[in-house]
């Protein structure tokens, strides 16, 4: 092959494309679902879901828009039935067959890289299957973290992986939701699950919710969520999980937080093992490291999105999927330097919470000069039409 690249998710569905439209021998190799965590699990569930949530908060709250407002009843297994409606209408850009209809050799099964020119498939049919190739790109994405807690394994807590079949098998939202972390996960889950009628309790170490945001954007942040009903405890870490009860340690002592449902929501991890890094000795520190071109210690063997780092975004994963292949197929004649100056970042909380490239705090961190507009939507026609000022 001209390449071999481990992992189906956003960077490695990039990176077989862009192989087999310059008419290179590239194999995709795929253990679990095609497209990865951002259509299975991630970016189009939680979309879906928040879009569902929207829609009951705006009937809780029509009277803005000069309509009386109602109640709505929400039964739940339905709303998760739509989700996975939505996944199943995306799924074939994402397919095995679209992908073999594009040129892409497609193998289901584990890959482990023998050595930099040979891959070993674990098929899931049972068939072993040794590739040899040209270069190799590590796209196997991340998962969540399982902070160390007493009693957290045995609360049958959920992650942003798992709770979607736990909710698929619930006729109402969880009466009790105690959702662990204050990133973007978390604040997204802990909004749409206290509008679609859980009683929600949001609990981060940290002093402010978005911790990556500026100061008065995570504000913002944390007024909209207790606005929706979520109760938001900052400066609070978990200790233990007793019997259906989160015990969080604050500035003024412990406290209870009951659930019948907990959500862990406090990062996510690159995958780096059980597919021939640790023998191959190739360096990871949290991530796999790479150079400035994604080629990691192996000049043939490159990485791109989760499991690289610096950002755990979709479309950065494809925008280093570029990156890695083109250095992978061309670098011999030219090499090409990853940009991430202006990717842009969003939390889909209502307000959206964006940016493109650094922010305010980040550039007095880095010692960079730079100027602040500031523009209130209260003076914006349309925000002012729309009741969203």
Not at 324 to 338: C, D, H, T
Request: one cysteine or more.
């Amino acid at each position: 092959r001209n390449m071999v690249v481990i992992g189906a998710g956003s960077a490695g569905l990039v990176s077989a494309l862009i192989a087999s439209t310059v008419k290179a021998k590239v194999t995709l190799v795929e253990a679990n679902a095609m497209g990865g965590d951002c259509l299975n699990t991630g970016c189009v569930p939680s979309k879906a879901l928040i879009k569902s949530a929207k829609v009951a908060s705006t009937m809780r709250h029509a009277d803005r828009y000069g309509i009386t407002p109602v109640e709505p009843e929400i039964p739940f297994r339905q709303t998760i039935a739509r989700v996975r409606e939505i996944i199943k209408a995306i799924e074939p850009h994402d397919s095995v067959e679209r992908y073999e209809g594009l040129g892409v050799d497609v193998v289901k099964g584990y890959a482990t890289i023998i050595d930099p020119w040979t891959v070993e498939i674990a098929r899931n049919d049972g068939d072993t299957q040794r590739l040899t190739t040209r270069s190799i790109v590590i796209a196997s994405g991340a998962e969540p973290v399982v902070p160390p807690i007493p009693g957290l394994a045995e609360s049958g807590y959920l992650t942003s992986e798992t709770m979607w079949d736990a909710f698929g098998r619930m006729d109402r939202a969880p009466a009790k939701v105690a959702v662990l972390g204050g990133g973007p996960i978390g604040c997204e889950l802990s909004q749409a699950l206290a509008r679609l009628g859980s009683d929600v309790t949001q609990v981060e170490m940290a002093e402010r919710v978005l911790g990556r945001e500026d100061e008065d954007v995570s504000a913002l942040a944390q007024k909209v969520l207790e606005g929706s009903g979520v109760s938001v405890r900052t400066g609070h870490k978990a200790v233990r999980v007793d019997a259906g009860v989160l015990i969080a340690a604050g500035p003024a002592g412990e406290i209870s937080v009951p659930f019948d449902a907990l959500i862990v929501a406090v990062g996510r991890k690159a995958r780096l093992t059980g597919f021939g890094l640790e023998q191959l000795g190739i360096d990871t520190d949290g991530t796999v490291n790479t150079d400035e071109f994604l080629a990691t210690k192996f000049p043939n063997i490159f990485a791109a999105g989760d499991v690289a780092g610096p950002y755990q975004l979709t479309h950065t994963a494809s925008h280093q999927a570029w990156f890695a292949s083109v250095n992978a197929l061309f670098g011999q004649f030219r090499k090409f330097k990853a940009d991430y100056r202006v990717i842009p970042a969003v939390t889909f909380m209502e307000p959206e919470v964006a940016r493109v490239g650094i922010n305010e705090t980040e550039a007095k961190e880095k010692g960079i000069e730079y100027d602040v507009t500031t523009y209130g939507l209260d003076d914006l026609d349309r925000a002012i039409a729309e009741s969203e000022t």
